[in-house]
């Protein structure tokens, strides 16, 4: 685990910052959902220059909490398995709610970045600030 998260910031730090569409002037609110506070910090950081508001919940119950406290997410950036309740939960319990809100789940499980359906994708732990902009500008278009 500490391997990941040193390999992670490694990534954030040597990541080429000028191949990055920045969402100047962006109303889009995140929700990253992850029980790693370090995965968070780093997330949280990569979506802020990118230009992104960005909220944070350490597990699916919480981040279902946070998500009815604030009507203007945009997008849930899910870790897939969790304690009390997995992504995929989550975004089941969130689609109950009627509210339309794209998701991106996201596992360390080797597989690489594929779209489950219209309104969420699937990416592999690790992530670049890159790839991470990428996904959420194909899921928010």
């Not at 685990?1 to 995140?30: C, D, G, R, S, T």
């Not at 979506?47 to 203007?72: K, P, Q, W």
């Not at 009390?84 to 996201?106: D, P, V, Y």
């Amino acid at each position: 685990m500490l391997a990941q998260h040193l390999l992670l910031i490694l990534i954030y730090l040597i990541q080429p910052k000028e191949f990055i569409m920045v969402a100047e002037n962006n109303p889009f609110h995140i929700l990253i959902v992850d029980d790693d506070p370090v995965i968070r910090r780093l997330t949280r950081r990569m979506l802020n220059s990118l230009g992104y508001e960005v909220i944070e919940a350490e597990n699916g119950v919480d981040a279902l909490n946070r998500f009815n406290e604030n009507t203007d997410i945009d997008l849930v950036l899910s870790d897939l398995k969790m304690p009390k309740m997995n992504g995929l939960e989550l975004a089941e319990e969130i689609r109950q709610l009627q509210r339309t809100s794209k998701f991106i789940l996201i596992s360390g499980a080797n597989n690489s970045f594929r779209q489950i359906d219209e309104d969420m994708y699937y990416m592999q732990k690790p992530y670049t600030r890159e790839s991470l902009g990428q996904v959420i500008t194909m899921a928010l278009s």
